[in-house]
Nanobody, 126 residues
Framework: QVQLVESGGGLVQAGGSLRLSCAAS????????MGWFRQAPGKEREFLAW????????SYADSVKGRFIISRDNAKNTVYLRMNSLKSEDTAVYYC???????????????????WGQGTQVTVSS
């Protein structure tokens, strides 16, 4: 089991950057594929990015490709989401999540992830 705690959210102007962090408890962090999702008011939870166990393979939603970068530091039990060129439509609560599912076909689906953080609010002002 793993507990996840996000941090780094806040208010930023359009065009600005933020880096979100997600700290995981436990000694098996490297066993989990990690994902980032977001949910805006009145909308469904949206996949943003995933990163594999060692951090060598990543994948992004089209909406954030080229602007967001997911990374992880297994020595620190932490996954990051660097967000650049932020837009007002990026305003949402951002969640990190962990899964033990080994089939990457499912890694974009929220129901694949067993463990979730509490979320951190990101607000982008235009």
């Amino acid at each position: 089991q793993v507990q996840l705690v996000e941090s780094g959210g806040g208010l930023v102007q359009a065009g600005g950057s933020l880096r979100l962090s997600c700290a995981a408890s436990g000694r098996t962090f490297s066993s989990y594929v990690m994902g980032w999702f977001r949910q805006a008011p009145g909308k469904e939870r949206e996949f943003l990015a995933w990163i594999n166990w060692g951090g060598g393979v990543t994948s992004y939603a089209d909406s954030v490709k080229g602007r967001f970068i997911i990374s992880r530091d297994n020595a620190k039990n932490t996954v990051y989401l660097r967000m650049n060129s932020l837009k007002s439509e990026d305003t949402a609560v951002y969640y990190c999540a962990a899964t033990l599912t080994s089939d990457n076909y499912y890694w974009t689906r929220s129901e694949t992830y067993n463990y979730w953080g509490q979320g951190t609010q990101v607000t982008v002002s235009s």
